[in-house]
């Protein structure tokens, strides 16, 4: 499956599952609920890094653009600042803080190789990191989840486990 094609189902099936919680739930997400539940519009960049690979999604929430536009580029840990530099101008109406961006691609480096995932967000923005290609099978892990290549099934797993995460953060 192409890479744009995974991404944009992978878009609804993450919304699908947001839809499905209950309000209750759903506060848990707040103040970041836009940017947790991929709320449309928005803007997905797609970025391949290697050495180590990470797989790095992107997403802005521009109200001025067309929802659902991907981009995919292949760049090196090397040229962050450049890359950087390219998605604070790309997106400057959203006025998204360049140290923040910074730090959230160098967590994407940073993710042990024995996470499947990592999310973190800012105002606006929405990082999703996979430190494998999520469409192809293949985990050190044995658990069945780790070996799920469906957009939508990956979707589901990380919806609920940033749920789960959030809920358990305001409830302890």
Not at 14 to 41: D, G, I, V, W
Request: with cysteine; proline share 5%; aromatic share 14%.
């Amino acid at each position: 499956m192409r890479l744009t094609d995974w991404i944009f189902a992978f878009v609804h099936g993450l919304r699908y599952e947001s839809h499905k919680a209950e309000k209750e739930e759903l506060e848990f997400l707040e103040p970041f609920s836009k940017e947790q539940m991929l709320t449309p519009p928005c803007q997905i960049e797609a970025i391949q890094f290697s050495q180590p690979y990470r797989l790095v999604l992107l997403f802005f929430f521009d109200k001025q653009k067309q929802d659902l536009l991907i981009h995919i580029s292949q760049e090196k840990w090397s040229h962050r600042d450049s890359t950087t530099k390219k998605l604070i101008s790309k997106n400057s109406t959203l006025r998204i803080n360049r140290e923040d961006l910074e730090k959230i691609i160098e967590r994407c480096r940073n993710y042990p190789e024995k996470l499947i995932y990592g999310i973190d967000f800012i105002k606006n923005l929405c990082c999703i990191c996979f430190t494998r290609d999520p469409r192809q099978k293949g985990s050190p892990f044995p658990w069945a989840f780790n070996y799920i290549t469906d957009p939508q099934k990956t979707a589901e797993m990380i919806f609920h486990l940033n749920l789960d995460q959030a809920s358990t953060y305001f409830t302890s």
